[in-house]
């Protein structure tokens, strides 16, 4: 979605006119520098940010799956 402000999303800030993305029901929990800690859906899964670190985890609150993520290989790693 793209708004004609300032918008900051997830600790990460899009200038008017930069595509802001949808997260779903996705909420960051917790962080520490770039590692960020997720709870949402397991629909929303595909949903799930790729700019953090290595070490950052998403909980789905409805199957209870834990996702890992690496970023070397770039991947939501389910455990």
Same mark, same amino acid.
């Given at each position: 979605?793209?708004?004609?402000?300032?918008?900051?999303q997830?600790g990460q800030?899009?200038?008017?006119?930069?595509?802001?993305?949808?997260? &779903? %029901?996705?909420?960051?929990?917790?962080?520490?520098?770039? /590692?960020?800690? +997720?709870e949402?859906?397991?629909?929303?899964?595909? $949903?799930?940010?790729?700019?953090?670190g290595? &070490? %950052?985890?998403?909980?789905?609150?409805?199957?209870?799956? /834990?996702?890992? +993520?690496?970023?070397t290989?770039?991947?939501?790693? $389910?455990?």
């Amino acid at each position: 979605m793209k708004y004609d402000y300032i918008v900051v999303q997830d600790g990460q800030r899009y200038k008017a006119g930069e595509d802001v993305p949808d997260m &779903g %029901s996705i909420v960051c929990t917790s962080s520490n520098g770039n /590692i960020r800690n +997720y709870e949402g859906l397991s629909k929303d899964v595909d $949903k799930l940010p790729h700019y953090v670190g290595t &070490g %950052s985890s998403f909980i789905a609150t409805d199957t209870a799956d /834990i996702y890992k +993520y690496e970023k070397t290989t770039d991947k939501w790693n $389910k455990w």
